[in-house]
């Protein structure tokens, strides 16, 4: 009885995902799904190698600052970075008087209340604030931004596939729409106010290109700040942002590994010494 | 219970002799996992993922627990929370990936396990009822995970909720009224946040319950083992512990290397991008994709596209649960008495494309739905349905089995070269 059932049910399944299936290859062949814009023109970012990569990966410090002050002179007017704190900053290798510096002399304020009238008003950034937005709500930016929300960078590089490389890319992907494209996709002519860049997900970005020239940020290291090495530091420094435990996961991770190769060892032996006298 | 050659507990401390009379607790520890329970001496590698199965809810329930000090289930700062969890709390970083990559390897594990069920016929007679307390542990396990996945609050978390409970909307009648009823209001929001979290608790502790009874039942008739035939007499077993402590030892090793290297050097691996973005009701994801133990079922939901007396949604969602229940029929379905697959050409054969095409159906849920993999899906569906519910019963009715050994000591010695009596008397 129960296999007569399953019989029956089965063939229906079976017979429905054939009628299914038939439908599926008479719409392809009927009426075969266009080809996309975004599907032939859309690019995978290339490999950037940082130092953070690897089993034995660490944070390049001194490009781990240069990202900061690039962040902190061009993404930062547009940027929130709301689940990083002044104080994490240390951990780029800045001294403790380094970071209340960095945090007294922000530009924008930590929003507040007058202790005397309650009215709302702003402060200077403590070490312990984490970095201010620089819009006061999401209506304020979408105003100032062509109705586009900056979204917030804390996690970035981890929000997006292969999110450390993709940052660098876009950075450096923006350029003139093809004319290829254009010719065999008409109407897909990128939007006045949008731009195109084939590293962005539909094409067209609403963020206009933020790294224009060689210079722009004036290392305060010495290195030659050209277009590249300013998207490669930001990439980092968003890579740490985004994971700012790293060092200490692949430190924990060898540690772990090694004693746990000893574990299996030890157990392998265990187990010979047990079994020695037992076929099986 | 067990059999009649199983050792006796006999404490010779006279504080083990005291517990023993009160509270015969270490008696209990002793014949469930202990020398007190024979076990056929030639079970494979895969007789380890029941044990790991174990140690992978108990590293769960751990890190949970502590990570449930500090995450605030509600819609406005849960995922502030496991941001915090990531960043301000002592290692909060490990049991937090700890705890998502042990969900993933918990799912593998067990996904093996049952594979080796199929395999070996551990799922007939006489050991039904544990193979139905399994499948009973899935459906939990999978309940739990897929809640456990909401509590971030990311967007795949939100919109995994939404597309998840949207598959009761297809119940004639009242399937928008149970929508409803399951969120606690139109769309996911706090409230599904969370009873999501207070069922994400419970849900651990009734799956050990239920684990507790699986064991159980096991321990009446005993493991089944590689060639599927019942052990004869004491030559064909050996005691648990310290045989298989020790083999399990190595297993639980190997286990947590793998599982250390995705905690440490890649535990975003097997996660989706978009649940690092803050769920958000107006933006839905380009793609919504289960996490990958899931994608062989919602292949099988997506598969059905055909209206044909039931509406194709509809037909999707019984197909996806209909999948795991007709597990619960499996001993019924499979009429062969011979147990092993090794010992059944016809089914094995069969069996090995099954397992290959899960792998499609994981391949084609978790691929854009362009008409190559659509087809696929459907032809990958069908063969599953086909599998269990035609094609099972049938070559359990038609195949001849080769000879099956004696008994499980003939097959270990005939393994190890040469059969004779005398072999097996000093065996």
């Known amino acids: ?280 | 219970m067990s059999f009649p050659w199983a050792k006796h507990y006999e404490p010779k401390q006279p504080l083990m002799r005291w517990l023993d009379e009160k509270l015969p607790l270490p008696r209990l520890v002793y014949n469930a996992v202990g020398a007190g329970y024979p076990v056929p001496r030639n079970l494979n590698y895969f007789w380890n993922f029941g044990v790991l199965a174990g140690a992978a809810l108990a590293i769960q329930i751990v890190t949970g627990i502590v990570l449930a000090m500090h995450f605030a289930a509600n819609a406005g700062v849960a995922f502030g929370s496991v941001e915090s969890i990531m960043r301000d709390v002592n290692a909060g970083w490990f049991l937090r990936y700890a705890h998502a990559n042990g969900a993933s390897m918990f799912l593998l594990v067990v996904y093996i396990h049952i594979g080796r069920g199929l395999y070996y016929g551990s799922y007939k007679a006489p050991r039904e009822m544990v193979w139905l307390l399994g499948v009973v542990i899935f459906l939990l396990m999978m309940a739990t995970a897929f809640m456990g996945y909401v509590l971030p609050w990311g967007q795949m978390s939100f919109w995994g909720a939404q597309v998840i409970t949207g598959f009761f909307s297809a119940i004639p009648l009242v399937g928008e009224s149970i929508r409803v009823w399951l969120l606690g209001g139109f769309a996911p929001d706090n409230a599904t946040l969370n009873r999501f979290f207070s069922l994400h608790y419970l849900l651990p502790f009734v799956i050990a319950g239920v684990i507790v009874l699986h064991i159980w039942a096991l321990h009446i008739p005993g493991s089944n083992n590689p060639t599927g035939v019942d052990v004869k007499g004491e030559q064909d077993t050996v005691p648990f512990h310290p045989y298989y402590t020790a083999k399990d030892a190595v297993g639980l090793g190997v286990f947590l290397l793998v599982f250390a290297l995705l905690i440490f050097f890649s535990p975003n691996l097997l996660g989706h991008p978009d649940n690092y973005i803050e769920a958000n009701p107006l933006s839905t994801p380009a793609h919504i994709v289960p996490e990958w133990y899931f994608l062989p079922f919602y292949a099988i939901l997506k598969s059905f596209t055909a209206d044909f007396i039931l509406p194709a949604k509809l037909w999707g969602v019984l197909a996806m649960f209909g999948s795991i229940l007709l597990l619960f029929f499996l001993p019924w379905l499979d009429s062969s008495p011979v147990r092993s697959a090794n010992y059944r050409p016809t089914y094995r054969i069969f069996l090995i494309v099954l397992l290959l095409d899960v792998l499609v159906l994981g391949y084609v849920g978790g691929a854009e739905p362009i008409a190559r993999n659509v087809v696929l899906g459907q032809i990958a569906a069908a063969y599953y349905f086909a599998h269990f519910l035609i094609i099972l019963p049938l070559v359990a009715a038609s195949e001849r089995p080769r000879p099956l050994p004696g008994s499980i000591t003939e097959a270990v010695l005939a393994k190890h070269g040469g059969t004779s009596p005398a072999k097996t008397a000093i065996a």
Request: charged share 20%.
């Open chain 1, 1 to 280: 009885m129960v296999r007569l059932i399953s019989l029956l049910v089965g063939a229906a399944f079976v017979g429905v995902l054939a009628i299914a299936l038939f439908g599926t290859v008479a719409t392809a062949i009927s009426d075969p799904a266009p080809e996309t814009a975004e599907a032939k023109y859309h690019q995978h970012p290339e490999n950037i190698g940082l130092a953070s990569n690897g089993f034995f990966g660490r944070f390049d410090r001194r490009q781990l600052q240069r990202g900061f002050q690039v962040y902190k002179e061009v993404c930062s007017a547009c940027h929130s970075l709301k689940y990083v704190a002044f104080r994490d900053l240390a951990d780029l290798g800045y001294s403790e008087g380094e970071v209340k510096a960095i945090a007294t002399q922000w530009a924008i304020e930590q929003p507040s209340v007058n202790p005397e009238t309650g009215e709302a008003t702003t402060r200077k950034n403590i070490p312990s604030d984490r970095f201010p937005s620089p819009f006061a709500n999401e209506v304020a930016a979408r105003a100032a931004n062509n109705n586009a929300l900056p979204p917030d960078l804390s996690l970035m590089a981890k929000a997006r596939h292969d999110g450390t490389n993709y940052i660098h890319a876009l950075l450096m992907g923006y350029r003139a729409q093809p004319a290829a494209l254009l010719k065999e996709f008409p109407g897909t002519k990128t939007p006045t106010g949008l731009h195109y860049n084939p590293w962005f997900a539909n094409l067209n970005i609403a963020m206009p290109p933020p790294l224009t020239s060689d210079g722009q940020v004036p290392y305060a290291d010495g290195t030659r700040a050209t277009k590249d090495q300013m998207a490669r530091d930001v990439a980092a420094f968003l890579t740490w942002t985004a994971e700012p435990k790293l060092e200490r996961r692949h430190a924990a991770g060898l540690a772990s590994v090694v004693f746990l190769l000893i574990f299996c060892f030890l157990a392998w032996g265990a187990y010979q010494n047990v079994w020695r006298d037992v076929k099986h």
